[in-house]
Every structure is written in structure tokens, then in C-alpha cells.
């Protein structure tokens, strides 16, 4: 049976480093870290992620706010703002929560944010400096950045000799989680819907990394024997074990099938979730660090 890691510990534990190095990082400069998040428009998903954001912002000691926006927001008027949070020097990461609404060119605005806000790690110069290796200066995506983190926590730091397979291709999960692999000496495969043989490519992984967004779409004969497994999906699947209308999460890996086979293995909800938002807090308070020539605590 697989050792199920567990992601709302160890995104604790990261937080109680967080809030400790907050108020040392207060006490010796006076600066305390501050995050900006926006939302603009109405989605409820967003609505929750962003509340849960600001909550731990404020837990963690942090100066925390929400610019919430309308739905027709015009995008000069988005730019305008991020380009005053960006000049506000009370402000050390700054997150614009997506989707943004269609009118909106999100990609414009991600690269509105000054790099050295960049808490989400979507900006070309950090997306080129993870790319390059120049990672003492980069922000890497929180969810990939909380993945390594758990891989981390199983196998150490030095991944030679391993075979990663990450499957999914997006700029937000995939392509970071391969870069960062990279840079901790694994072999990485990136695989995606138009790989022949996934099941096989999968098969070949000591470290299985599944970020494609289909419940449960990995199996146990997907699995190497013992190897290490995270779970990046989040699917809401109808549960009339639950009820009329009930609805259950669920990641990209069949978890009760996988165990069977797995070393370690993220559970849906509870696994890479928690870690987000903790490695959100970890990142603005590197801003807040590397903002006065401070060396920020390493995760
Ligand atoms: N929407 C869903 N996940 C994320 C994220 O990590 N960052 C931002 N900005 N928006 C999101």
C-alpha cells in the first residue's frame, strides 16, 4: 500500500516557517510582506480561491488586499491598476486571480505585473529565468513549486538517475513541473493527449506527475511498482452515492486503484491543493525579502 502524502501537513508546516519568518523579517526592517489580489467578475470558484488567499495572507501576518472588480471591467482600466500596485511599495506580490473575463487579454496583464511581484511566477522573465536555471531569482508557479515540494519530501532533493513522466502540457502546471524536475537532475518526459502509448510512458516513471484534468484517468497498470505519484488534478464528479445533485472531488489518478501499486501518493482533496496557497505565502514573502536586499528562507 502506497504511503498517502500529506499535503495539508507539510503546506502547515510551510506556513509555520512563513509567519515565523515574517515577523523576524518585520521585527529587524519594519517591512511587513504584502500581497494585492484581484478578481474581476463573478465566478464562484474564483470568489473562494481568492477569499482562502487573503485569509492565509492574514494568518501568515501579512498586509493583505482584494481589489474586487466588476464583470465589465475594461482592460485599460485593469492595466491602470496593476500598474499602481505594481508602483506601491506597501505591495511585494501581486496575484490577478484567472479566468479574467473573454473581453480581457489575460496575457497582457500577466505581463502588466513587475516581475519582481510576480507571486504567481507567469511572468516572461520568471518563466525564462526557472527555464535557464536562474532560480535563486526566479518565482516558479505555486502549484508545480508545491509539487517538487512533496516529490521533495519522498526522495530528497537530488533526483538522479530518475524517470519523471508529467503528464499535460499547460504553461501554468506542466511546463514549469518539467523544468523543475529538470533542475533537481531527474529525466523528464512531458506527455500529452497526442502521446502514443501513455499508459506505457507512464508506466517507465519512478515519479508520475498528472496534470491533465480527467477524473481518475490514471490506473494502477499505469504505475510503476513503488513509484511516486502526484495528483495535480481537481474534477468534481457527480457522487448519488452522496445524494440527489451531490457532487465529490476527484484528481486525474484513481487513488484506491493507484495505492495498490504506488511508493507515495497526493490524495484529491488534500494532497497539491494546500500547497498552492502555501507556497503563494512562501513566494511573497521572498518579494518581501529580496525587496530589501534581504536573503529570503529557503522551502
Ligand atoms: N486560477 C486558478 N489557479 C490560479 C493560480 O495559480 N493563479 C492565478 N492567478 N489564477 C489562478
Avoid at 509567519?19 to 484581484?38: D, Q
Avoid at 505591495?91 to 484567472?98: A, N
Avoid at 480527467?214 to 511498482?225: E, T
Wanted: glycine letters at 10%.
Amino acid at each position: 500500500m502506497a504511503v498517502t502524502i500529506d499535503g495539508k501537513q507539510i503546506a502547515e508546516d510551510v506556513v509555520s516557517k512563513v509567519k515565523l519568518s515574517a515577523a523576524e523579517l518585520i521585527e529587524a526592517t519594519g517591512v511587513t510582506p504584502g500581497i494585492a489580489v484581484v478578481i474581476v467578475g463573478e465566478d464562484p470558484a474564483s470568489q473562494v480561491y481568492v477569499a482562502n488567499k487573503g485569509r492565509k495572507a492574514r494568518e501568515c501576518g501579512f498586509h493583505s488586499v482584494q481589489h474586487t472588480l466588476p464583470e465589465q471591467t475594461g482592460e485599460e482600466e485593469l492595466v491602470k491598476l496593476v500598474e499602481t500596485l505594481n508602483a506601491d511599495p506597501a505591495i511585494h506580490g501581486i496575484l490577478v486571480q484567472l479566468p479574467l473575463p473573454k473581453h480581457i487579454d489575460s496575457g497582457r496583464i500577466i505581463q502588466t505585473i513587475s516581475p519582481d511581484k510576480d507571486v504567481d511566477g507567469f511572468h516572461f522573465i520568471n518563466v525564462g529565468k526557472l527555464g535557464t536555471g536562474e532560480l535563486e531569482t526566479a518565482f516558479v508557479p505555486c502549484t508545480p513549486e508545491g509539487s517538487m515540494l512533496l516529490i521533495d519530501r519522498i526522495l530528497g532533493r537530488d533526483l538522479s538517475g530518475l524517470n519523471a513522466v508529467v503528464v499535460g502540457r499547460s504553461n501554468i502546471v506542466g511546463k514549469p513541473m518539467f523544468n523543475l524536475l529538470l533542475a533537481h537532475n531527474a529525466t523528464v518526459t512531458i506527455a500529452h493527449s497526442k502521446t502514443k502509448d501513455l499508459p506505457g510512458l507512464c508506466r517507465n516513471a519512478d515519479i508520475l506527475v498528472a496534470a491533465v484534468g480527467r477524473p481518475q484517468m490514471i490506473k494502477a497498470d499505469w504505475v510503476k511498482p513503488g513509484a511516486t505519484v502526484i495528483d495535480v488534478g481537481i474534477n468534481r464528479i457527480p457522487a448519488p452515492e452522496r445524494g440527489e445533485g451531490k457532487t465529490r472531488l476527484v484528481g486525474d489518478v484513481d487513488f484506491a486503484d493507484v495505492a495498490s501499486v504506488a511508493g507515495a501518493l497526493t490524495p484529491v482533496p488534500g494532497g497539491v491543493g494546500p500547497m498552492t496557497i502555501a507556497m503563494l505565502m512562501a513566494n511573497t514573502l521572498v518579494a518581501a525579502h529580496r525587496s530589501v536586499g534581504k536573503t529570503p528562507p529557503r522551502f
